[in-house]
């Protein structure tokens, strides 16, 4: 079993930054790949961004391209979403979740979920 843990939820306003950390724990030699996924009220959970564990690559939702930043700490088994020019359209809980394999957008790909963290975006 793997173990995530979010951080660095809040509330701001647009145009802000926020910093969210997962850390993973557990049988963390069967990650591949690390994501982040967010989910607003009524409304379906949908991808943001996704980086390789091993090489580092990542891909991002066309919605936060160029505003957010996905990196990982191999050392420390933390990856971090980078959240810039934040919009209210951004509000919504978001997840981090781990899986074997390729990079996916499909949330149903990955196995493992942390408890998800808030983020509040004001106009």
């Known amino acids: 079993q793997v173990q995530l843990e979010e951080s660095g939820g809040g509330l701001l306003q647009a145009g802000g930054s926020l910093r969210l950390s997962c850390a993973a724990s557990?049988?963390?030699?069967?990650?591949?790949?690390m994501g982040w996924f967010r989910q607003a009220p009524g409304k379906e959970r949908e991808f943001v961004a996704a980086?390789?564990?091993?090489?580092?690559?990542?891909r991002y939702a066309d919605s936060v391209k160029g505003r957010f930043t996905i990196s990982r700490d191999y050392a420390e088994n933390t990856v971090v979403l980078q959240m810039n020019s934040l919009k209210p359209e951004d509000t919504a809980v978001y997840y981090c979740?781990?899986?074997?394999?390729?990079?996916?957008?499909?949330?149903?790909?990955?196995?493992?979920w942390g408890q998800g963290t808030q983020v509040t975006v004001s106009s």
């Open positions: 979740a781990a899986k074997g394999g390729l990079t996916d957008v499909a949330p149903s790909r990955y196995d493992y």
């Open positions: 557990g049988r963390t030699f069967s990650i591949n790949t």
């Open positions: 980086i390789n564990w091993s090489g580092g690559r990542s």
